[in-house]
């Protein structure tokens, strides 16, 4: 009768490609496209928004009146730089840059918070980027397969 020789058993490395991380991980790398296309449509619509006073329209026969009413040339501005460092982010987060991730939140946090001030002026697309800038904040808060030391 022969007998095998048992293993030495060890600690067990941790799973880095598990199912939760590989759906995390392939979040992530949504993520950085959503940031690159919106921070494009962002310096879009702050182009529009500078380039044309009339292009969005407040109006106050919907909403009344609004807290956050703006100049619309102040929020071309304001989706003109948010949309460039949400482009910039999303660019250093599919280049796998360690800094994109924890500025990637911050800066999906201020986009989110600039859609909910946006919202009077194009409720569709403000309603859309809320939603996006919360998958992010998701994906890169529970993607920690590169970054666990």
């Known amino acids: 009768m022969s007998q095998a020789a048992p293993h030495a058993a060890g600690p067990k490395p941790p799973r ?24 494009v449509l962002g310096v879009l619509e702050g182009i529009a928004g500078i380039a044309k006073n009339e292009v969005y ?17 102040a929020w071309g501005w304001i989706h003109l730089i948010l949309g460039v460092i949400v482009a910039v982010t999303g660019l250093g987060l599919l280049k796998g840059a360690g800094w994109a991730r ?20 194009q409720p ?6 809320i939603a996006l ?17």
């Open 16 to 39: 880095a490609h598990g199912p939760d991380n590989v759906w995390a991980a392939s979040g992530t790398l949504l993520a950085g496209v959503l940031m690159l296309v919106s921070g």
């Open 57 to 73: 329209l407040l109006s106050n026969e919907l909403t009344g009146t609004y807290v956050y009413e703006f100049d619309t040339t």
């Open 102 to 121: 924890t500025l990637g939140i911050v800066v999906a946090g201020l986009y989110v918070i600039a859609h909910f001030m946006w919202l009077p002026y």
């Open 124 to 129: 569709v697309w403000a309603t859309v980027g």
């Open 133 to 149: 800038g919360i998958f992010v904040i998701w994906s890169l808060c529970t993607d920690r397969t590169r970054y666990i030391p």
